[in-house]
């Protein structure tokens, strides 16, 4: 599967934005969907990860409240709505796509992954 993520950019601080992940090239919906973000000089982590069916989500602690995960398997997209962004927010996003993951929080469990969205968020 391809993946292809947008909607990243500059943002002040308590600002939104909205990041899409497109997929083509096999069945969406056979996928679990992860969004991770890496900064710079950091490891890539963990945001959120939305199951098959889309009615079981995960996140990360930091984002918790502020950020939602979403997918519309008949657009073939995953969505990661954030809200109430921070400066420590800012990263190159990623969306990635496994079929049995054993940990939906390790991005080494992943097969497959977007290009990356970069999101800057001005304090």
């Known amino acids: 599967v391809q993946l292809q993520a947008s909607g990243g950019g500059l943002v002040q601080a308590g600002g939104s934005l909205r990041l899409s992940c497109a997929a083509s090239?096999?069945?969406?919906?056979?996928?679990?969907m992860g969004w991770f973000r890496q900064a710079p000089g950091k490891e890539r982590e963990f945001v959120a990860a939305?199951?098959?069916?889309?009615?079981?989500?995960q996140y990360a602690d930091s984002v918790k409240g502020r950020f939602t995960i979403s997918r519309d398997n008949a657009k073939s997209t995953v969505y990661l709505q954030m809200n109430s962004l921070k400066a420590e927010d800012t990263a190159v996003y990623y969306c990635?796509?496994?079929?049995?993951?054993?940990?939906?929080?390790?991005?080494?469990?992943?097969?497959?992954w977007g290009q990356g969205t970069l999101v800057t968020v001005s304090s």
């Open positions: 090239g096999r069945t969406f919906s056979v996928y679990v």
């Open positions: 990635a796509a496994v079929r049995e993951p054993n940990t939906v929080g390790n991005p080494n469990d992943y097969d497959y």
């Open positions: 939305i199951s098959r069916s889309g009615s079981i989500t």
